[in-house]
């Protein structure tokens, strides 16, 4: 049973880019979180997908998208970037309704912008 | 706004010892709580988790941690700690009727031989 998978692992963008994460959530999983971990700090909350919906937001700004597909899979989208959007970018899938409430996270996208 | 506060971003203790990481909430109603582990280079793994069942929960690894309501801790302990427990440490909380993690600044963990 393949867990929480998350592409690309590495990569090297510049300022003002714009990147795509990916991430497939663990088999029998219908809802995605995504959390960007800054280097020495913990996971800070980005959204949250159910139902192709983005269904709580944390406190980042619209550079910030994402969206889910039918098959539960979700991208991240960040827009114009910045120096300090470079962290690990971690996917999480749970269950909504009918799961234990644990979180089963990704290795997560390591994004470093120049 | 609730918050986590772990106390000690780094911790030492020899192989064998007792490990003792701590956690500290802020909550008006007692939430859902968390501790994960996360090894360099990879994603954060579930040690436990305390959902207003047991006080005192038991995780992989020979983890365990105790929620006490009155003090809002709900530290990690082991009695004997491994080399392979060298890693980071975040404890997280899940508000009331939220499904998002908050959590701590984490604490690194080192054992010696």
């Known amino acids: 049973d393949a867990g929480v998978t998350q592409s690309p692992t590495h990569l090297i963008k510049t300022r003002g880019q714009q990147v795509t994460l990916r991430c497939s959530p663990k088999s029998g999983h219908d809802t995605v979180s995504w959390y960007q971990q800054a280097l020495g700090q913990g996971p800070q909350f980005i959204f949250q997908?159910?139902?192709?919906?983005?269904?709580q937001r944390g406190n980042f700004p619209d550079r910030f998208s994402g969206h889910q597909f039918p098959n539960y899979s979700s991208e991240l989208n960040v827009n114009a970037l910045l120096l300090g959007d470079s962290a690990l970018y971690l996917c999480?899938?749970?269950?909504?309704?009918f799961g234990t409430g644990e979180l089963f996270f990704g290795e997560g996208s390591r994004l470093t912008v120049l | 706004a609730q918050s986590v506060t772990q106390l000690g971003s780094h911790v030492s203790v020899s192989e064998g010892a007792l490990v003792l990481l701590r956690c500290n909430y802020s909550s008006s109603v007692p939430p859902y709580l968390f501790w994960y582990v996360q090894y360099p280079n990879q994603g954060l793994q579930l040690l436990l988790k305390?959902?207003?069942?047991?006080?005192l929960v038991k995780g992989i690894n020979g983890f365990e941690a105790e929620f006490k309501k009155s003090e809002t801790s709900f530290h990690l302990t082991k009695p004997s700690a491994h080399m392979s427990d060298a890693a980071e440490y975040f404890c997280a909380v899940r508000p009331y009727n939220t499904d998002k993690l908050i959590f701590g600044t984490g604490t690194r963990l080192q054992v010696f031989p």
């Open positions: 999480a899938s749970s269950q909504l309704y």
């Open positions: 997908y159910y139902e192709e919906e983005e269904r």
């Open positions: 305390y959902t207003s069942a047991a006080t």
